[in-house]
């Protein structure tokens, strides 16, 4: 007997069983959907995850810290930078001390500054404008699409090269800030402002970006103290004017930068340079740091990136075990229907044995309906996730605000497409729920399935 | 057709020393006693007997559908005891058509689905399995009833579709158990007219199983079983 016409046979068979056949349907359409939406949604999540990593070039980067009072200086960074793999470095430097953002009308409170050499160690993605460069040095800034929405009313292009003011918390005293602003008892102090030009969009994630220079300048930290007179005042590391003190260090000059960022040339060459880290400088990877960090430790991007998909992995293998529980029920439904086939047809059984049909064509023609029926399960179960995601994906995916985004393309090809496997887990499970059945049919004697009332 | 059936070997039907025992609990019920029988290539016999003698159970076990509990039976040079399943299948498949007393066909599916099943089984292309499907209706007349479902039809065209199905795969041998049982005197004229002629002009061999004295006097030759047992004898 050929395939073909087992596949007509098959057919033709579940068509005579309207009703049952759609109930069986029903619950493998069920349990492919569910699946079919958790492996769409995970694998879209790790497609979007990963592509972030790579846009962002986290999956290249790694971060060194320090933790004791020695910082990363120059002499130090510059031997990182020679590290064999290493593409470039950045030292990152965080302003903690700009409270909020003002353009016009418009305030943001909630961001972060810092400031990085503009040398690709991490990529910006520019929406408008243009990215910082080496030449920048000065107040000029990166701000992240959410904050130049905030800012602007919805109309982000419209802050390039305008003038934003960022207000200092009260602990700022760099070189801004003025004697007459703080209390000498407290030292706490007014706030000031400084203004800014806003010379790019990028699309970050509330983020307001400066020239590492600036930041370096910034970071100096000044104390005021008072004095009756400055006359015969003499000390190398302060100055004294109308009656104040001021002593003023940069702790970023004097002992090098708390944080580093390093850009390897490929994710390949990551563990070569951790191993270097280790041997010249003893930091440990804070992934497997077990005691004490040391002065130094270094974070992979590559490792976050694990950590990030293995909570979310967590997630879906949980939401998994519910759609193959469903499968497994369905499995039963497709056993149940196909032996009470069995049963119905066995004078059919009969006189196909009767005229030829070998017990292997028996089986076959049972085994075959069951894996069509597992078949179309699975290929109703996709479509109906299809429209669903579909549907969804583009009534809430695909804004533009977030860096992280969904999109119905990738949902379609890097979700729907790859899940659309399970109609082969469908068929397989068709095909072994139809095992005990077929084998059944095909056992019957053919004698005894005539006689069959 | 005829060309085939010439090209075709001799199916000559042997048994030998054949029973059949069924066991119901402790009780033995023997079908077939140490049954010895020849049937040639194109013969017409006919088997008679009273209800519960074994008749089924001798058309079974020459159809391969039953094997025998003892004995040998050798058709068209293949012994059943050797063959495997799949060489029993083919023998019913190519070398026996069989005919039931109750049709056995399919009602949902049409005349012609009925006719083309076992072209089907035997793994035949399409269009071959087509023309030959028509070609067997036509025969048993009834080609313009090819698209109708069997369940439309009467009795005795309903026995015309199964005899057709019989044909489909060029048999030497048609079985026919009481092929006229759920037939009035008319059609199961028709239906014994039908098969007589296939087996004079086809020379196809004809084993017709009968309660009917009248018809099973139209064969050359009678078996009569009793409880088992076979008397052989040629008509005069
Ligand atoms: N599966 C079975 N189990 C037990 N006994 C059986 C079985 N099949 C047939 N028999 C017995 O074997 C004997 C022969 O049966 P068979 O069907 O061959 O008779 P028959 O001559 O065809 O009768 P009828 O004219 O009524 O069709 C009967 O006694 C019957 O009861
Ligand atoms: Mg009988």
Known sequence: MKLTDQLSIARRNLKRQKGRTRLTLISIVIGSFAVICVLTITFTANKTINDYFEKTGLLYSIDVSSTGSNGINEAMVSKIAAIPGVQSVSPNIDMWFYESVKFGDNVANSFQSGAEAANGTTKQIIAFGRDLTEADTGATVLVSKDIANVLTDKNPESLINQQITLVTNSYYNGPDQKRENCDLQTMECKSVEITATVVGVNDGDRMILFPLQFGIDQSAVRSFGEIPTCQGFNDPNATCEDGTIIFSNNPIKDSGFYSLRIRAESSEVIPGIGEALTSQFNMRNQADLETDAGDYYFMVGQDLLKEALKAFRVVSLGLLAIGGISLLVSAIGVINTMLMATLERTREIGVMRAIGATNKDVKRIFTVEAALLGFMGGVWGLLFASAIIIGLGSRFGGSTDSLVSIDVPTLITSGLIPSSIVIVLTTVIGILSGVLPARRAAKLDPVESLRYE | ?236
């Open chain 2, 1 to 236: 057709m005829t060309e085939v059936l010439t090209q075709a070997q001799l199916a000559d039907i042997s048994l030998v020393g054949v029973s059949r025992i069924y066991e119901l609990g402790d009780e033995k019920i023997h079908a077939l006693r140490d049954l010895s029988l020849e049937i040639r290539q194109g013969e017409f016999v006919a088997i008679k007997g009273p209800s519960g003698s074994g008749k089924s159970t001798l058309a079974n076990v020459i159809g391969g559908l039953d094997t025998p509990n003892e004995g040998k039976i050798v058709v068209g040079g293949l012994d059943f005891s050797k063959a495997k399943d799949k060489e029993l299948s083919h023998y019913r498949s190519k070398t026996i058509g069989f005919v039931f007393q109750s049709f056995n066909l399919q009602s949902h599916s049409t005349v012609l689905e009925n006719v083309l099943l076992p072209l089907v089984i035997a793994g035949i292309d399409k269009t071959t399995r087509m023309a030959r499907a028509k070609e067997c209706l036509e025969l048993m007349g009834l080609l313009d009833r090819a698209d109708q479902p069997t369940n439309k039809l009467s009795g005795g065209q309903r026995q015309r579709v199964s005899i057709a199905r019989a044909l489909a795969n060029w048999p030497q041998i048609i079985i026919a158990d009481e092929p006229t049982g759920n037939l009035d005197q008319t059609n199961g004229q028709i239906v014994i007219d039908l098969l007589t002629k296939l087996n004079r002009e086809l020379n196809i061999t004809l084993i017709l199983i009968t309660h009917d004295a009248d018809v099973a006097k139209k064969a050359p030759r009678i078996l009569e079983i009793v409880d088992g047992h076979v008397t052989d004898r040629m008509s005069a």
